[in-house]
């Protein structure tokens, strides 16, 4: 696929992610390898996952994934979902993402009991009891047996606070 066009930013158009740093042509974007080692590192989501996905930026460090290849760029409203929000101090996953996708980490998962859940999804900031890193998490409840992602929370100092967007909490 090409990559025709200007090179930089232009807020609206897609622009695929370069497979690598080394094949990065605008600065502060990320890299595929990057976000996959990322989702890897951080949520034990293996890169298979990804395999038959292509992430692309519009904007400045707004990046989304879609299942399927497309020509790049492409001028479009929306493509896919929003996963991660990069060109900040701290890569943030989007709750769209983590709704989609938490079901497959392995790490930074924190099971919420029922009273917990329904606190993280109203929006609220609580103690818990979390022995992994700080940063950010997978907020989950337990459903047949296994953690169910309900969205991000921020983990630091011993509490947990829900970013589940105001327009979705319940």
């Known amino acids: 696929m090409s990559d025709d066009g200007p090179v930089g930013n232009v807020g ?23 976000v996959v080692d990322y989702l890897d590192g951080r949520f034990g989501i293996a890169p298979e996952t990804f395999a038959d996905h292509t992430f692309w930026e519009k904007g400045a460090g707004k990046i989304w994934v879609v299942h399927g290849d497309y020509p790049s760029p492409i001028e479009v409203e929306g ?8 060109r900040q101090e701290f890569w943030k996953p989007t709750t769209d993402f983590v709704q989609r996708f938490g079901s497959r980490a392995t790490r930074n998962v924190v099971v919420l009991g029922d009273d917990a859940a329904a606190r993280f999804m109203s929006g609220e900031e609580q103690a818990v009891a979390w022995d992994g890193d700080w940063g950010y998490l997978v907020g989950a409840r337990e459903t047949a047996g296994a953690p169910a992602p309900l969205g991000v929370g921020l983990y630091t100092y011993g509490k947990l606070r829900s970013m589940v967007p105001k327009g979705r909490r319940r």
């Open 12 to 34: 609206d158009r897609f622009d695929r992610l370069p497979a690598t740093p080394d094949e990065r042509r605008v600065a502060g974007r990320v890299a595929r390898s990057e």
């Open 79 to 86: 493509l896919g979902m929003t996963c991660l929000r990069t």
